[in-house]
């Protein structure tokens, strides 16, 4: 612990002494706070780490249905607040355009993990529900820079988007909305305002605990839990451990890129990202857009180099699999690519094993972008690869 606040400090000064341009002020090494935190900042970084890395038992309201005991048994890599493996079974049915997210038969989100009182029942988890028209395996989102996301302001997002086509360029992004109407950011599918509404969903849903927004129980498959298997009150988690957890995500730094010593290595990396563009890829994953005044210095006023656009695009019938509130099955919000080069897997459920092979099986929106990549020559694909080997 002593170790990481000292590098951290020693980032912060760094940041502070820098002319570089405002972007490098957001960097900092996985699963490093952001540069430019306060000293109390900083405190509550550390203290939500302690608690995102943590293993909660039973008896202080893990479950009685649960995927894993602890935030970072799905965001491990390459630190913790990082991604993870397709872990997280997801269940939907979508009939004649209506998505139903199964909450009469316990919901969307499978739980596969059930605790020792539970299983004392002969219970050991969910099960897919009959009902449901589609599953997908997801894997767990990078959470480095979502504070840095949910500090981009609303007509940001919402001035990338063309619902309806009208420059006619394929491209009809659009933005994702929660069941009331407010903006999404997070979640694949956009269903997500905020970052404590995010950590309201990961806690219930992955480590089944109840919190002070939803202090309900979940249900096992839509039917009552046992009686005597839940011994801990409702809500689980209170308010102060629910901000906790959201101060250590909204502080997380975004993931740096790579800086080659060698000038021909920069060289490759600026052809590859003009290559990039130049296909279309830039039409969805925005490269940056910068946040707006906040009470925190260290997430105002700062470029994001997110490469998304933080909209809703249709990926077409390869891709499609589990439908959201407000989103088709073929439709997910555009992955960020800063820190692709930290990950083994890509695309949403993880099929994919190198960059390379996302691409070739993007289509619907992005059709016109990967027939492009296609054809491009030996050494532009080699050159738009070394470039996102660098994000």
Request: proline share 7%.
């Amino acid at each position: 612990m002593l170790r990481s606040l000292h590098r951290t400090i020693l980032l912060v000064c760094l940041a502070g002494c820098s002319s570089e341009h405002s972007a490098e002020l957001v960097f900092a090494p996985p699963g490093e706070p952001l540069p430019g935190l306060s000293e109390a900042e900083l405190g509550r970084f550390l203290f939500g780490k302690a608690v995102f890395d943590r293993l909660t038992t039973p008896e202080e309201g893990l479950g009685p249905l649960f995927n894993e005991p602890r935030c970072f048994s799905c965001h491990d890599r390459p630190s913790s607040g990082g991604s993870g493996g397709a872990l997280v079974l997801k269940a939907t049915r979508f009939v004649d355009g209506s998505c139903d997210l199964l909450v009469a038969e316990g919901g969307d989100n499978i739980q596969r993990q059930a605790t020792p009182l539970l299983v004392a029942h002969g219970i050991h988890g969910e099960t897919v529900p009959a009902s449901a028209t589609d599953t997908v395996r997801v894997t767990a989102p990078s959470l480095y820079g979502l504070g840095l996301v949910a500090a981009i302001p609303s007509q940001s997002i919402l001035r990338h988007a063309d619902p309806e086509d009208v420059d006619g360029d394929g491209i009809s992004g659009r933005a994702g909305r929660t069941s009331d109407g407010r903006l999404g950011r997070f979640g694949r599918k956009s269903e997500i305002a905020t970052l404590l509404e995010f950590v309201d969903t990961a806690l219930r849903f992955e480590l089944g605990l109840t919190t002070t927004m939803n202090p309900i129980e979940e249900t096992l498959n839509g039917k009552p839990l046992p009686a005597g298997v839940d011994p801990m009150a409702e809500p689980e988690i209170d308010e102060r451990g629910m901000r906790v957890l959201t101060d250590y995500i909204n502080f997380l730094a975004a993931p740096p890129r790579e800086r080659p010593a060698l000038q021909s290595s920069r060289d490759s990396i600026a052809e590859g990202q003009t290559i990039f563009e130049s296909v279309g890829c830039t039409s969805c994953h925005t490269p940056q857009m910068t946040t707006g005044e906040s009470d925190v210095p260290a997430l105002s006023r700062k470029v994001v180099p997110l490469y998304s656009d933080l909209l809703l695009h249709d990926m077409g019938p390869g891709l499609a699999d589990v439908c959201g509130e407000n989103a088709t099955p073929s439709e997910y919000r555009t992955a960020r690519l800063w820190g692709l080069r930290d990950r083994s897997t890509f695309l949403h459920d993880g099929r994919a094993s190198s960059p390379t092979e996302a691409i070739l099986q993007h289509d619907g929106e992005a059709a016109g972008a990967r027939t492009r990549f296609q054809a491009l020559p030996a050494r532009d694909l080699a050159l738009l690869a070394r470039f996102l080997s660098s994000l």
